[in-house]
């Protein structure tokens, strides 16, 4: 939705709830790709998808244990 104000301004309303509508949806299934089946046997992969979507503050991941930093580092790559 890369729209100028001028060009936002002459769309309808029921459009403009149609694009707000679209980036709403995607962000849906972004974050259902993220955060969907939740359990212990993939905590480290949920939380590492988490992290790389910049939704854990770093004073959130210093509070996480340092063997789960450094596997969160690993799956990420920076380990």
Known sequence: MSRTNS???ALSA???????FKVIEQRDREMAGILDDP???NALAMLARVRLAGL???????GLSPETRGAIQLLLGAG
């Open 39 to 41: 359990k212990r046997s």
């Open 56 to 62: 854990l503050t770093e004073d959130e991941f210093s």
């Open 7 to 9: 060009a936002l301004s």
């Open 14 to 20: 029921h459009q403009r709830y149609l694009d707000v």
